[in-house]
């Protein structure tokens, strides 16, 4: 009997023993990831010394920081940074001239009634060209000429043949009375000169009596300080061309590799009117335009007299 009640006694508790044990295991086990989530003691040791060190830090002074990030910005003394190249200065056109293919446009004879459009055209494209000129037409172009930047060049006061090449002093008479007019219309003298026919005429046989008067002429300007030029490109405006139409031709097929001296004469209507068709052809096919200085290619001929 006590065997039997000491049994159900036993059934009875077990059922209390296992609940105490649950009860026991649900307190516990947040205790135990607590403590398996927390850091080792060292660990613990180190946080808390890093808080301090945090705590501890100096205030920063944003000042030092910004001239700190300034002085890393600047190029360092041992390697400077090389400075940059100088840009290039723009070109006058009379320097692209001396290095690409150019045409100086030379009108003999002016001034003339046709001069001031001439000068308006060279105006409209922005070209510079050279006139030699006589004491011929109004002189007051002579100062426009001048005072819108073409060259000016002394070709003689009469122009008449029979005079200029009747003796060398006849021909420096000459050369002196348009050098007076220039002068006068200008402010200024000018050293550039052209022969009336060109240094390679032979009309001068005519009226020199036999004293091969160019090629003392050619020599003695030299002489002089005077610089004289001829041409290489032909408009034939003073032969047999008679319209713009052959001007323009004769010009723009027979231009040169380099430099091209056009001669044309500003008292002629027609080769007036072919200049605006040679600049626009000059310019579409890469030429530069420019004047005539006493450093400029002279175009001599060779001397025939």
Known sequence: ???????????????????????????????????????????????????RDVLEDPVIDFREVSAKDSEAEEPSEQNPEPDPEPEEPEQTPEQAAKTGEIIYLTFDDGPSPYTANLLDILKKYGIKATFFVTGAGD??????????????????MTHRYDLVYSSPEAFFAELDAVQARVKNATGKTTNLVRFPGGSSNTISRRYDHGTHIMSYLAQETTNRGLVYFDWNVDSNDAGTAKTAGEVYTNVVTTLKPGESVVLQHDNRDFSVAAVESIIQYGLEHGYTFAKLDAGSFTAHHGVAN
């Open 1 to 51: 009997m006590k065997i039997f009640r000491r049994s159900r006694l036993r059934r009875r508790r077990r059922p209390l023993v296992r609940l105490a044990l649950f009860v026991a295991i649900v307190f516990a086990l947040p205790t135990v990831l607590i403590i398996s989530g927390q850091p080792k003691d060292e660990d613990r040791i180190n946080s808390v010394i890093n808080q």
């Open 139 to 156: 002189e007051s172009l002579i100062t426009r000429e001048y005072n819108e930047g073409h060259a000016i060049g002394l070709h003689t």
